[in-house]
């Protein structure tokens, strides 16, 4: 038998994100490329494109990731390039010009800290699928592990969440917001059952730092049909609940989040915040990790543990067992 080649050493960084429209122009085709394949009707599709109105018609994502791009180049040795499963950048269209420059192996980065189908898997899948629209001159892919635990994206959050604390009345409370997915995505033992379990830890390890007495974690940008059990308690649910109570106050954390696109700007700045207007409740909202210094600097030590071990192509069309629950990467 003969010798197996080792993998080309990493040669680029490929950032991994949601995408998101640019323009008045682009709203619709993006939702419709989002919810492809699943029957959801244009009338719903045009409701929510209202919410991007109130922006402009514009998502604020890509600019970030940009920003984030731009930063993680004066720290690396290595090219960064963006791509995105539903907008411009597109995943495949990123892949073809990496190929095209003769890059090799990429790593890749999410911009999903956590484990699940919806943060984890569909990432996977994507990369997978703009290989294989690339053919054989697409370079090989290993995807960088998760960091919901990393002091560079938890320090942050912790910082942003005592300022907005130091803001509201004494007695206030905290809330820690991550997007919502089905209960039984959630709960899959293989896929999914690691996302809560990190939320949970990386809220509790936030709530430690800026010794917040009383915290709870709390969800949000729900889209399944009322039939289907989502994750819960709904931000807003949540928010009057804190009122009944008698709390002064609240500072809400975005901690299944790693910038402030669109989901934190609508369903937390603007619905939630009216809510608590509403009820009376003092509401801050405290910002993600966006392109803070330590939460690039972490990005850049998991390219620098990757290209010290080693690391070979790694990445299946689905999740391999334990990659999307605790522990995996």
Not at 3 to 8: C, D, G, I, R, Y
Not at 84 to 106: I, V, Y
Not at 180 to 191: I, L
Request: a negative charge; proline letters at 9%; charged letters at 20%.
């Amino acid at each position: 038998m003969g010798q197996v080649e080792p993998p080309p050493a990493p040669d680029c960084l490929l950032v991994v994100s949601f995408g998101g429209p640019e323009g008045p122009d682009d709203v619709l085709p993006f939702l419709a490329h989002v919810v492809a394949g699943r029957g959801v009707p244009r009338s719903r599709l045009e409701q929510v494109a209202k919410q991007y109105d109130l922006f402009g018609g514009r998502s604020p994502i890509n600019d970030q990731n940009r920003a984030l791009c731009a930063a993680l180049e004066e720290v690396l040795e290595l090219p960064v390039a963006l791509g995105n499963r539903h907008w411009h950048p597109f995943l495949e269209d990123t892949m073809a010009q990496l190929a095209a420059d003769g890059r090799r192996h990429a790593l890749a980065f999410s911009t999903s800290a956590y484990a699940g189908p919806s943060s984890c898997r569909a990432y996977r899948t994507a990369l997978a699928d703009a290989r294989a629209a690339v053919g054989p001159a697409a370079p090989v892919v290993t995807k960088l592990p998760h960091y919901w635990d990393r002091p560079g994206f938890l320090a942050p959050l912790a910082d942003g969440l005592a300022a907005a604390v130091d803001q509201l009345p004494a007695g206030s409370a905290v809330a820690f917001s991550a997007h919502s997915v089905p209960v039984a995505q959630a709960e899959a033992p293989q896929v999914g059952g690691g996302y809560v379990t990190q939320l949970t830890e990386a809220s509790r390890r936030v709530a430690a730092q800026v010794r917040a007495r009383r915290w709870d974690l709390v969800f949000q940008s729900r889209s399944g049909p009322p039939t289907q059990a989502w994750l819960e308690p709904d931000v807003n649910d949540h928010l009057r609940a804190l009122a009944a109570g008698g709390v002064p106050g609240v500072a809400v954390c975005p901690v299944g989040f790693t910038s402030d696109h669109m989901e934190v700007l609508y369903d937390l700045d603007t619905q939630a915040a009216a809510t608590a207007a509403a009820l009376g409740l003092a509401f801050r909202r405290s910002p993600a990790a966006g392109t803070d210094h330590r939460f690039v600097a972490m990005v850049a030590d998991l390219v620098t543990e990757a290209v010290a071990t080693g690391a070979g192509p790694d990445l299946e069309p689905a999740c391999r067992p334990g990659c999307c629950s605790v522990g995996g990467a």
